[in-house]
């Protein structure tokens, strides 16, 4: 008997049988479940109730206090228009004291403004200064009383959406009505007062418009179109906070999706009537406080029964002891190769800048290479005008080769421009652009080109406008695109018969230069325009020319296409936006 028992301590303890501890959880909770629900609707209940009648007593002083704001104001006008001052200004038209003797009355009544009418509708006195001398004729307090000849009460809206509520009174001498006197009661402080309490209130007249309300969207709508707006962040969206809690009881009323309690009292005044609304927040707050207790208990005795399950929990505790160790050697591991990748980086940040600094060097290269690609255009040019120029002096026509000498002198200045524009092969062209007569620049590219023109047998086709066509461009940069695609044309047309070069000129939502030509075409329209490919024997040509010139148009936001003809030959067609004085300039992306 020692042994067993012996063998028994040295397994530890035993688990608890967990299927009676698991059906004692179930019936905690089914208890707890059973129990919160009962009681949540008992308290509901019991708080609602309560909550309604402190509600509808609120209401009754609500009302009466609106009820004796309304009657001690009633009778100012009646004093008012007996006042023999006043009788007197009006009789003598002499309204210097007028405004002085009304601020006098305010202060001692309580009035929120009183104004003094003639019979003109024309305010002649009023404790509000800046209302003197606005004519209100057509207002509601003012006609009302010429009508009645006794104190009347109106209700209008003012500008702002407030409604203004005024008793006015006839000023009446000898039988001839002399003007009218018009009292305004202050309401919006009730409004202020109710807005301080947690529950929303609204007025309403006898056609159920809202008149009085602390929510100010409100006026001026009937109830259920004021339900439907939604409220600010402020008082009364406190007041519609209520719980979305399950265990509410059936709402009076709902805004936008939420309960309320709704409470109505009957002002005995005119039709009106006072409507509140108020939250569930306290009765909310008062069972959910017994509740929580409720739970708290039943939380208790589910600690006890989780806490039995828990010991299961210690044996693995130990495994995860074990897995923890595991992951801080992984971590070890992990660290070890974050610093090995980031010396590669460090590596392969050095290799990048190596890369750029090769990429700077290429740069340069083709940045010279187009330079003295667009040197060779006026240096043949210059050869032709010298020969020319000589053998005019041999011929004793002097004035004539100084037309040449002239010509090579502009050709001096033109590669000097060309020089100045290296740094701008290296960088995003488009700042000093100008506008610039697209029809100039063509015959401007096409004097250029007329020494290389003149040797060979070319029938050259120009289209231009009569108008204008103006394009923001750098004017040294579009010439050189032109005189570079009329190259290549000349070029392309070299010993074919009837060799034909058409420049044309149009003008559209964009202006667009075409050069065509009826030479054999391009062999390879996707490589065209990458730098160093081209189609001419060594020697003859760099194959930066249109690369270069794509880039120059496109600084200027257009862009630089080309296809074949179907009967043959190729057309390049550069495409720039239209200058249009006073609208801001539009960017053409390339393609």
Do not use: C
Request: charged share 25%.
């Amino acid at each position: 008997m020692e042994d067993r028992a012996e063998r028994r301590r040295s397994r530890g303890p035993q688990p608890v049988n967990p299927w009676w501890l698991r059906a004692t959880i179930v019936a905690i909770v089914l208890t707890a479940l059973g129990t919160i629900w009962t009681t949540n609707f008992w308290l509901t209940d019991r708080f609602s109730e309560n909550t309604r009648v402190r509600s509808e007593l609120r209401l009754a002083l609500y009302s009466g206090n609106l009820m004796s704001e309304l009657q001690r104001n009633s009778v100012v006008p009646l004093l008012l228009a007996r006042d023999p001052a006043l009788i007197s200004a009006l009789a003598g038209n002499d309204f210097s004291t007028t405004s002085a003797r009304l601020m006098t009355a305010q202060k001692e009544i309580g009035a929120a403004s009183i104004r003094l009418l003639d019979a003109s509708g024309r305010v002649v006195g009023a404790t509000d200064r800046y209302q003197i001398g606005t004519n209100s004729v057509a207002a509601p307090y003012y006609v009302e009383a010429l009508r009645s000849r006794d104190t009347v009460f109106t209700v209008s809206e003012m500008a702002s959406g407030a409604h203004e509520f005024a008793y006015s009174r006839a000023v009446v001498s000898e039988g001839r009505t002399l003007g009218v006197i018009v009292v305004g009661a202050d309401l919006t402080r009730l409004e202020r007062s109710w807005a301080g309490i947690s529950d929303a209130v609204a007025v309403t007249d006898s056609e159920g418009v809202i008149i009085l309300s602390t929510e100010p969207r409100w006026r001026g709508l009937t109830m259920p179109e004021a339900l439907a707006v939604r409220s600010a962040p402020s008082a009364i969206r406190r007041a519609f906070q209520v719980t979305a809690d399950w265990t509410s009881s059936p709402a009076d009323a709902y805004v936008q999706g939420r309960a309320v309690m709704q409470a109505e009292a009957r002002v005995p005044f005119r039709g009106w009537r006072m409507i509140s609304f108020t939250a569930y927040s306290s009765v909310r707050e008062r069972v959910n406080a017994i509740l929580a207790l409720q739970i708290m208990g039943f939380a208790i005795l589910l600690a006890g029964a989780f806490w039995l399950l828990s010991r299961r929990a210690r044996i693995q505790s130990q495994a995860y002891l074990r897995e923890s160790n595991d992951l801080r050697a992984l971590n070890a591991r992990l660290t070890r190769e974050i610093a090995e990748r980031e010396r590669v980086q460090k590596e392969l940040r050095v290799a990048e800048q190596t890369v750029q600094q090769s990429s700077k060097l290429a740069a340069l290269g083709e940045m010279s290479a187009g330079v003295s690609h667009e040197l060779n255009q006026p240096l043949a040019a210059m050869k032709t005008y010298l020969a020319g120029a000589r053998l005019l002096l041999q011929r004793g026509r002097p004035e004539e080769a100084l037309s040449s000498f002239q010509r090579i002198d502009d050709l001096i200045d033109r590669m000097g421009a060309i020089t100045r524009q290296l740094k701008s092969y290296a960088r995003k062209g488009g700042e000093a652009v100008e506008p610039v007569d697209l029809r100039a620049a063509v015959s401007s590219a096409l004097t250029m080109m007329e020494p290389q023109l003149r040797t060979r047998p070319i029938r050259i086709i120009r289209n231009v406008p009569r108008d204008r066509v103006m394009v923001m461009a750098d004017r040294i940069r579009l010439e050189q695109v032109l005189i570079n695609l009329l190259r290549n044309a000349v070029d392309a047309v070299r010993g074919r018969p009837e060799a034909t070069i058409e420049i044309a000129v149009e003008a559209g939502s964009h202006a667009y230069v075409s050069v065509r030509d009826n030479g054999p075409g391009v062999s390879d329209l996707e490589k065209l325009f990458e730098p160093f490919w081209t189609t001419k024997k060594p020697g003859e040509g760099t194959g930066l020319g249109l690369a270069i010139s794509s880039t120059i148009v496109a600084d200027f936001g257009g862009r630089l296409t080309a296809h074949n003809e179907t009967e043959g030959g190729a057309v390049f067609r550069v495409e720039l936006p239209l200058h249009r004085p006073g609208a801001p300039r539009q960017a053409l992306a390339a393609e």
